[in-house]
């Protein structure tokens, strides 16, 4: 029999626009022969649909204004299911995919929701999703593992950042400064001198009332993709070569001004011990299902250091995305990928 899977994307965050092409190459790529698929469309303001269109007008966005529906997922464990208010019925669902990228998706949020349904989730449950969406949660837990990371400084929205400025000062610029909680590098900015230092901080706090303040690695970042629940599969090591000052929100989605090696130029001594970290984190952050490790390469020593970035537990889903390509070294296409992603929902 086909599995009834439901596909979450849009989202109320700053990232719906990269949901919409995530989720668009997940609904294209899921086999029709095993799967019937149900579509969940969640606006910019937070209103919930079902969708019954054609996936185009997903990637430009224009589903709204096709077949849709209000649509809820229930709580309820006896429903098990999507609730349509105006037809009074429940669509039973054996698995839901979320496809959603920051606040209100990758943040524990729609995990939680789905935990109460009693509904298995493809990819990390609501404990791994919050605490890799916290940036410094994250970074001090795999510390306590023995996993380096960037030094940096925590801004919460009621400090006086005046108060922190002789530390934030003693990690050097150029340093980065970040909202905690988003992704795709929004509202975050690379510092080189002290009078773009406030400003910086003012347009992260437009993201979250969390900011970090983070020394910069003299150095280059590398990823790989991470598989399983209890038994792992860690992929090659892929490499982010920039021709940029650094990797922002527009050249991670045109790549026009930056080149993504894979495998990574490295040594397979160092290849090995980026696997090991990623798996490492992984493990200590409660991950299961999948996600995208990023790590940053030091080189500004004598020997090589493997420092620890974060794990992105919904990372970009597209055709061309980073994660898939990761996947694609292990020998796995893409569609095979999704089976194996439903395969390992929890």
């Not at 626009?17 to 149900?38: A, M, Q, R, T």
Request: charged share 25%; net charge negative; with cysteine.
């Amino acid at each position: 029999m086909k599995k009834s899977i439901g596909i979450i994307f849009g989202g109320c965050s700053s990232e719906y626009p990269v949901s919409l092409h995530s989720s668009y190459s997940v609904i294209k790529n899921l086999d029709d022969n095993k799967y019937d698929k149900h579509l969940i469309g969640i606006t910019r303001e937070g209103s919930w649909f079902y969708f019954q269109g054609d996936i185009e007008e997903i990637n430009n966005d224009t589903w709204q204004q096709g077949n849709v529906m209000k649509a809820f997922i229930s709580p309820d464990r006896e429903s098990k299911g999507l609730w349509i208010p105006e037809e009074n019925r429940v669509i039973p669902l054996d698995v839901v995919f979320p496809v959603l990228h920051g606040k209100n998706g990758e943040d524990g949020s729609i995990q939680g929701l789905l935990q109460l349904a009693g509904i298995p989730v493809v990819g990390c449950g609501m404990e791994a999703s919050m605490l890799c969406m916290d940036k410094f949660i994250a970074h001090r837990i795999v510390n306590n593992v023995g996993i380096k990371t960037p030094k940096n400084i925590l801004l919460r929205e009621w400090d006086n950042p005046e108060e922190f400025m002789e530390d934030i000062l003693g990690l050097q610029f150029p340093l980065y400064v970040k909202p905690i909680k988003a992704g795709s590098s929004l509202g975050m900015t690379k510092v080189h001198r002290e009078e773009e230092l406030m400003p910086a901080i003012q347009e992260a706090f437009k993201f979250d009332n969390q900011v970090l303040c983070e020394e910069n690695i003299e150095g280059f970042e590398v990823g790989c993709a991470v598989l399983g629940n209890d038994e792992l599969m860690v992929s090659p090591v892929d490499e982010i070569e920039l021709f940029v000052d650094w990797f922002d929100y527009g050249e991670k989605y045109s790549q026009k001004k930056s080149k993504i090696h894979m495998p990574a130029r490295i040594d397979e001594d160092l290849a090995e011990k980026v696997r090991d970290t990623a798996a490492k984190a992984y493990q200590a952050l409660c991950c299961n299902g999948y996600a995208r490790v990023d790590i940053f390469i030091k080189t500004s020593g004598e020997e090589p250091q493997v420092l620890f970035n974060e794990i992105n537990t919904i990372p970009g889903l597209t055709d061309v995305s980073r994660f898939p390509s990761m996947v694609r070294a292990m020998g796995i296409d893409y569609r095979k990928l999704l089976d194996k992603l439903i395969e390992l929902a929890r």
